[in-house]
Structure formats: C-alpha cells, structure tokens
C-alpha cells in the first residue's frame, strides 16, 4: 500500500500504533517535511510551526550544519556503545560543560529526557544514600515508571501503583495563587514553607533531592514568583538533599538572556537535566552534574544508545550553532516581540486570562471568565484548530488542557514573528472575544 494521502496514513497509525499515542486536532495531522519554521503536511499545504516539535527543533528543521554534521557522522561511524570512547561523545560532554553554570562539568548522555531524569534522581539517591525525592505538582518529568510517578498532573499519570519515595508540594503558581492576587515577591516564603512542611510531615527527614522545571512546561508556562528557587534549594540543602533542574524544556537559551532556565535565580543547581533542544531532535537527553557527585556512582552502567556518535554529532552541531547565533539573547529579543503581540490579544478577547513565559516559552492561559477564572478548555481546542485553518501551529497544555503554547525554532526572525502574530490573531478573531 502506498501512503499518499493523510486519510492512508491515518488508517495505518490507527491500526499498528498505540491509540494512548494521540496525535493533536480531531483529524490528526500528517508532516512530510520540514524547513526552518516552516513544515509542510502531505497534501502539501505549509504551516508556520511555532511549536518546533514541542520546543526540540531549536534551530530550525533540517539545519544544514546539523543535518550535515549528522551524514559526515553516518558515513564514519555509526555505532560503537558506551565500551568504546568516540571523539564526537567528548566534544559534546565538553561544549555543554562550557555553558552548563558554575561547576556542572560532567555529563551522562541518555536517548530521552524520561531516561535523564530517572538517571537524575538515581544519581541524587546514590550520592546521599537516601530514596526520598520532592516534587512539584503540575510538574511533567516524563513517561517512565518512576517519572511518571514524579509527574504530577493527573492525566499523564497512567497507573494507580505508586512509586516509593516521591512527594509532592503546592505549585508556585503565580496567576492562581491562594495568598494574595497579583502574586509577587511576597509569596514566594509561602510556597516555600510548603517544601519545609512537606519534608517534616511526609518524609523521615532526610530527602534525597528537590527537582523542578525551571519554567513548568506541560503544566502550562508557569514560571514561579520571584526568589522561590533560592529558598527551595537553601530549604532542600538545609535537609541535606539536592537540587535538580529539570531543563528539558527551557534549557539551552530557551528562556532568554541566559543558556537554562535556572539561572535566571541565583542558584546553581546540583544536577541538570536536558534533551528535547539540545540536538534539534536528534533522541539525546542528559544529566549533568559537579564531579564529586557523579563519582559518588560506583557500580557499572551503560547505555547502549546514549551518546551514540550520530546523536552526538548533531548535539555539537546544535550546540555550536546555538553559540554563533547567541539564542539567550535572540529568545529575549525575539521572545520580547511575540509577548507584547499576545499581551494584546489578552486586552482584547474575554477569554484570555494570563500571557506569560519566558524568552521564546510563551503561553496563554484560556478562562471562562477574567473574574472567576475558570479554565476552558474548549476554547483552548477551538483555538488550536483555528490556528491549524490559518497555517500555524502551536501546542497545548495546563492541567484541564486549557493553555495554549507556542515555543518555536530559537532562530525564528522577526518577521517570522510577526507573521506568526497575524495568523494567531487571525485564529482569534474566528473564535470572537467572547
Ligand atoms: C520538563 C520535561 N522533563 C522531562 C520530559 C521527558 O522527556 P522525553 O519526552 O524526551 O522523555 C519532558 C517531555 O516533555 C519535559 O517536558
């Protein structure tokens, strides 16, 4: 059978793949190929893509230095496993310690995001010996057992069964804080007093590690009051634990001015983890970590894939590419634009409650109404297909799916954005501010 339209494809993705695997829109859609910001589905029809395969294509599909770095590799060597040493292995390990914060130097390169968290916590329960870890809610760390567990919004939770050790506090939630509204500075010692209580009535005391998402992704672009990570890592540390930023999503310039999420806080984290855009979809994840605490592993282990040559030749590709074009400081630009063009959508339509992110990890959270606040998540799966009539395409998220998210290639131009703008407002407009 050969599969030349989308309706082909979809039958056989209905029939041989997963139905928990659920592709975006009602009538899902088929990408053939891919350019810069812009893909094109099997009919041919283009689309802005201002989601880059949720945040992963981070400098643009099919980058040429990417994309050429990665055949060179393909035609030298392929495959040798972690048994063997391989240059492109150390040259990545190498350029990510040169933008990873203070002394972050050694790294165990992993073929997903879900993998590095789980060799995260792994590692932060053999260096303290202790197996008790600290969590957000709304967090999403991955698709594992273990972190599926440490996710902590219900709908990507798939069983009962509950792994050991993993508690979970209140959400630094700016925009439905329970304290006092607007949020500012002065929640931030009530949300962290929910980590010290956590720690004093759930756990025997001795955690283990806290871990976050810098900027929360799935759980809806939340970004946490002002000095929240400074109390939770004195909190974590006064308890003898670690701190671990989760920056799969907002690592790698990301959230603008800086190369990870975390250092927008004054807090050097003790382990970070990364995948999605740090080999512009080639499958890398990793954990990075100071030196006295990965030498803390002493038993064997091995990843069969992880820093595969391939793999690895396109996260130097990427990352070299992310250093000439400075992305910290074209996400703050760039993402400076495409906030003040939602902000004023939020003036204009009803059921726009919050914009908010950082650099080029923007949101729009959809309520019901501005007062009450309730989240419509209907409107938000009206928006999106509204945006797909209109050539553009963004992604969803936030507890009840009502948060609406773009996140596109780091090197996205302003004209691009501005584009990006039109169709959204476009999209918008089909829904009426009401
Ligand atoms: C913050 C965060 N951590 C971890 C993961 C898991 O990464 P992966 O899907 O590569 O396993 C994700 C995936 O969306 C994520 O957003």
């Given at each position: 059978m050969t599969m030349s339209h989308d309706q082909d494809v979809l039958n056989v993705q209905d029939e041989f793949i997963f139905p928990a695997v659920r592709p975006l829109y009602e009538n899902p859609l088929v990408l053939t190929e891919g350019q810069g910001v812009r893909v094109k589905d099997i009919d041919g029809r283009e689309y802005l893509d201002m989601f880059a395969g949720i945040l992963t294509t981070s400098v643009g599909h099919c980058n040429s230095k990417v994309v050429a770095r990665m055949s060179d590799q393909l035609k030298t060597l392929g495959h040798t496993s972690t048994l063997y040493v391989t240059k492109p292995q150390v040259e990545a390990a190498r350029l990510l310690a040169s933008i990873a914060p203070g002394k972050l130097s050694q790294t165990f390169f992993t073929n997903s995001g879900t993998e590095a968290i789980e060799s995260a916590i792994q590692m932060a329960f053999v260096h303290t010996g202790r197996s008790e870890v600290i969590g957000l809610r709304q967090s999403?760390?991955?698709?594992?057992?273990?972190?599926?567990?440490?996710?902590?919004?219900?709908?990507?939770?798939?069983?009962?069964?509950?792994?050991?050790?993993?508690?979970?506090?209140?959400?630094?939630?700016?925009?439905?804080?329970?304290?006092?509204?607007?949020?500012?500075?002065?929640?931030?010692?009530?949300?962290?007093?929910?980590?010290?209580?956590?720690?004093?009535?759930?756990?025997?005391?001795?955690?283990?590690?806290?871990?976050?998402?810098?900027?929360?992704?799935?759980?809806?672009?939340?970004?946490?009051?002002?000095?929240?990570?400074?109390r939770a890592a004195e909190i974590i540390r006064s308890y003898g634990g670690l701190f671990i930023s989760d920056e799969v999503q907002s690592g790698f310039g990301r959230s603008g001015d800086h190369w990870f999420g975390i250092e927008h806080s004054n807090v050097e984290p003790d382990i970070m983890v990364m995948a999605k855009g740090i080999a512009n979809g080639a499958p890398v994840g990793a954990m990075t970590t100071r030196p006295e605490i990965a030498d803390s592993w002493q038993s064997k282990t091995i990843s069969t894939f992880g820093g595969n040559p391939i793999s690895m030749a396109a996260a130097s590709a990427t990352m070299e590419v992310m250093i000439e074009e400075n992305v910290p400081a074209r996400a703050s630009e760039q993402g400076g634009q495409l906030l003040e063009g939602l902000l004023k959508f939020k003036d204009e339509f009803d059921w726009i409650g919050?914009?908010?992110?950082?650099?080029?990890?923007?949101?729009?959270?959809?309520?019901?109404?501005?007062?009450?606040?309730?989240?419509?998540?209907?409107?938000?799966?009206?928006?999106?297909?509204?945006?797909?009539?209109?050539?553009?395409?963004?992604?969803?998220?936030?507890?009840?799916?009502?948060?609406?998210?773009?996140?596109?290639?780091?090197?996205?131009?302003?004209?691009?954005?501005?584009?990006?703008?039109?169709?959204?407002?476009?999209?918008?407009?089909?829904?009426?501010?009401?």
């Amino acid at each position: 059978m050969t599969m030349s339209h989308d309706q082909d494809v979809l039958n056989v993705q209905d029939e041989f793949i997963f139905p928990a695997v659920r592709p975006l829109y009602e009538n899902p859609l088929v990408l053939t190929e891919g350019q810069g910001v812009r893909v094109k589905d099997i009919d041919g029809r283009e689309y802005l893509d201002m989601f880059a395969g949720i945040l992963t294509t981070s400098v643009g599909h099919c980058n040429s230095k990417v994309v050429a770095r990665m055949s060179d590799q393909l035609k030298t060597l392929g495959h040798t496993s972690t048994l063997y040493v391989t240059k492109p292995q150390v040259e990545a390990a190498r350029l990510l310690a040169s933008i990873a914060p203070g002394k972050l130097s050694q790294t165990f390169f992993t073929n997903s995001g879900t993998e590095a968290i789980e060799s995260a916590i792994q590692m932060a329960f053999v260096h303290t010996g202790r197996s008790e870890v600290i969590g957000l809610r709304q967090s999403y760390h991955g698709r594992s057992f273990m972190t599926s567990n440490l996710t902590a919004v219900g709908s990507w939770r798939p069983l009962a069964t509950s792994f050991p050790g993993i508690k979970h506090v209140q959400t630094p939630y700016p925009y439905r804080c329970p304290y006092k509204q607007p949020c500012d500075a002065s929640c931030t010692e009530k949300f962290a007093n929910d980590i010290e209580d956590v720690i004093r009535t759930t756990t025997n005391g001795k955690p283990a590690a806290f871990i976050a998402e810098s900027v929360m992704g799935v759980g809806g672009y939340i970004v946490p009051p002002e000095g929240y990570f400074e109390r939770a890592a004195e909190i974590i540390r006064s308890y003898g634990g670690l701190f671990i930023s989760d920056e799969v999503q907002s690592g790698f310039g990301r959230s603008g001015d800086h190369w990870f999420g975390i250092e927008h806080s004054n807090v050097e984290p003790d382990i970070m983890v990364m995948a999605k855009g740090i080999a512009n979809g080639a499958p890398v994840g990793a954990m990075t970590t100071r030196p006295e605490i990965a030498d803390s592993w002493q038993s064997k282990t091995i990843s069969t894939f992880g820093g595969n040559p391939i793999s690895m030749a396109a996260a130097s590709a990427t990352m070299e590419v992310m250093i000439e074009e400075n992305v910290p400081a074209r996400a703050s630009e760039q993402g400076g634009q495409l906030l003040e063009g939602l902000l004023k959508f939020k003036d204009e339509f009803d059921w726009i409650g919050d914009v908010r992110g950082k650099g080029l990890m923007l949101g729009l959270e959809l309520v019901e109404n501005k007062d009450e606040k309730k989240p419509f998540a209907s409107k938000a799966q009206a928006l999106l297909e509204s945006c797909r009539e209109e050539g553009l395409l963004v992604g969803i998220g936030g507890l009840h799916g009502h948060v609406i998210r773009l996140g596109p290639s780091l090197l996205v131009t302003a004209t691009e954005i501005e584009e990006g703008l039109e169709r959204f407002g476009r999209a918008c407009h089909k829904l009426g501010a009401r």
